[in-house]
């Protein structure tokens, strides 16, 4: 609560979220609102931030099969109803999660792998570890093996 001559704290931000299955804008998938007076378009605040995000519009994508990110596969499994479309929707998803595990397995391999060359130069272990992002256990574990 502000009481007179105490300073107005204004760092809070609310944000409403809409999903807007009936679609009254234009073409934008996201649209961003802001308080603002439309007749001389000044905003007074943009503390409070309404999104209404087009449904109608990822589901569109997914039945054209057009690429969909992470993001909008997401949105888009909120107006499929199908179990069909569902299941296979997830198994897309799934497919992502596996595919970024096995990048950071094999990400994680290429470091070790420099890491071992650098041991093989005689580099000191700190040149390795800022180089690498591996700890000093890790590399102390590549010279024992």
Request: hydrophobic share 35%; proline share 1%.
């Amino acid at each position: 609560m502000n009481f007179s001559g105490e300073n107005y704290d204004d760092s809070y931000i609310g944000i409403q979220i809409n999903f807007d299955l009936d679609w009254q804008y234009d073409d934008r998938d996201i649209i961003k609102f802001v308080l603002m007076d439309p007749e001389r378009g000044i905003v007074l605040s943009e503390n409070l931030i309404i999104y209404n995000i087009n449904l109608l519009k990822f589901r569109e994508k997914y039945y054209n099969n057009d690429e969909l990110s992470e993001f909008e596969r997401a949105i888009t499994l909120l107006t499929l109803n199908k179990r069909e479309d569902l299941e296979k929707i997830s198994e897309e998803v799934e497919g992502l999660m596996e595919a970024k595990e096995e990048d950071k397995k094999n990400f994680e391999k290429e470091k070790e792998e420099l890491a071992k060359r650098m041991l093989d130069m005689d580099l000191s272990n700190s040149d390795i570890i800022k180089t690498t992002g591996l700890s000093k256990k890790q590399i102390q574990e590549l010279k024992n093996s």
